[in-house]
């Protein structure tokens, strides 16, 4: 484990262009990249926990929590910083569980979070629970990162393909070079596929959307609890609740065209 830095990256259980909408909601930088079938990666351009106002693990869990809720799918936060590492699975508006290991791999979380990890994902309950339970007993020779290396390695079973360069653990400014690398590719063949392909405008329902009703309802209060609790990450995922429901409500009462 490195250091001298803090690290973060946001694993989402869905594809680039499910993903891509919703970035901008976070109001922070960010670079979006594939992360094989059914998986995307996002990697933030700035290191908002080096104000001090809140610890690295903090404001990823707001992240993910915000993202989760927008689109709908379950975004897993990887992160680490001196002194330790850990994850955080958030999945719509369930309290996101969580693992913490200390830099030099030792385990420093419940044992049951596998458990809750292995069930919102809907990973193997046997094969699956079994590997993700190794990296929760002792092994003097795993680190940190040798930790959330393992975890990717588990997921990645289920689809997930890191771009190269793009590492738990790694030094950011490495990993956000080659996020850029792989988002600038997959932008590129995206608008060449674009170029071959015609949308079609249909018939819109103009009746109020349920779920942006939602969002906004539950929106207002988490934004309320985390300005209230000065916690920027939950303060963060309420006003992109309030924002995500208040554009789908606009989009609903907008002229079909």
Not at 180 to 187: F, I, K, M, S
Not at 211 to 229: D, E, K, M, Y
Not at 247 to 254: E, H, M, T
Request: glycine share 10%; hydrophobic share 50%; aromatic share 6%.
């Amino acid at each position: 484990m490195n250091a001298t830095s803090a690290g973060a990256l946001l694993l989402c259980r869905a594809e680039y262009d499910v993903i891509r909408p919703s970035v901008p909601l976070l109001r922070e930088p960010f670079l979006l990249a594939p992360a094989g079938a059914g998986w995307s990666a996002l990697v933030p351009e700035g290191e908002p926990w080096l104000s001090g106002a809140e610890p690295v693990d903090r404001v990823l869990s707001g992240w993910a929590a915000a993202l989760a809720v927008a689109t709908n799918h379950p975004v897993l936060a990887l992160w680490w910083d001196v002194d330790r590492a850990g994850l955080a699975l958030a999945t719509g508006f369930r309290r996101p569980v969580g693992y913490v290991w200390l830099a030099d791999g030792t385990p420093a979380g419940e044992d049951e979070a596998m458990h809750t990890f292995v069930a919102r994902l809907g990973l193997d309950p046997v094969l699956d629970l079994q590997d993700l339970e190794a990296l929760t007993r002792p092994a003097p020779d795993a680190d940190a990162r040798a930790r959330l290396v393992g975890l990717t390695a588990v997921l990645a079973r289920t689809g997930l393909v890191l771009p190269e360069g793009v590492a738990p653990g790694a030094e950011p400014d490495g990993i956000r070079a080659a996020a850029r690398d792989a988002g600038v590719r997959e932008e590129a063949a995206a608008e060449k596929e674009r170029g071959h392909t015609a949308h079609a405008v249909g018939h819109r329902p103009t009746g109020p959307s349920v779920p942006a009703i939602v969002q906004i309802a539950a929106g207002f209060p988490l934004t309320v609890w985390g300005l209230a609790r000065r916690s920027a990450g939950w303060t963060v995922a309420g006003a992109v609740l309030l924002a995500h429901g208040a554009l789908a409500l606009a989009r609903d009462r907008g002229p079909v065209r």
